[in-house]
């Protein structure tokens, strides 16, 4: 089994930044890659980014090219999403999750043992 914690949401103004974390525990962590979703209220868990263990290759949805930067650190199995230039439709809750089957990499059903999620609400 594998626990995940994501932290690091807020409220925050537009313009503004945050970085989140996403720290792993539990069975040996040897996943294709790790991701990062969004979902806001009444709408469907979207694809933010990802990046591979091996060879450490990043992937970013076309809303967040530029303003966001996905980043791990293997000794402390913890993937990090550090979000600039925020807007008011980044607000959603923001969840993890390791990427355990072969298919694309913003795919949704490739991913499992989501964690709790964190709240990220940027104010306009």
């Known amino acids: 089994q594998v626990q995940l914690v994501e932290s690091g949401g807020g409220l925050v103004q537009a313009g503004g930044s945050l970085r989140l974390s996403c720290a792993a525990s539990?069975?040996?962590?040897?996943?294709?890659?790790m991701g990062w979703f969004r979902q806001a209220p009444g709408k469907e868990r979207d694809f933010v980014a990802a990046?591979?263990?091996?060879?450490?290759?990043?992937y970013y949805a076309d809303s967040v090219k530029g303003r966001f930067t996905i980043s791990r650190d293997d000794a402390k199995n913890t993937v990090y999403l550090q979000m600039n230039s925020l807007k008011p439709e980044d607000t959603a809750v923001y969840y993890c999750?390791?990427?355990?089957?072969?298919?694309?990499?913003?795919?949704?059903?490739?991913?499992?043992?989501w964690g709790q999620g964190t709240q990220v609400t940027v104010s306009s």
């Open positions: 999750a390791p990427k355990t089957r072969a298919r694309r990499i913003d795919d949704l059903s490739a991913y499992d043992y």
């Open positions: 990046i591979y263990w091996s060879g450490g290759s990043t």
């Open positions: 539990g069975r040996s962590f040897s996943f294709y890659a």
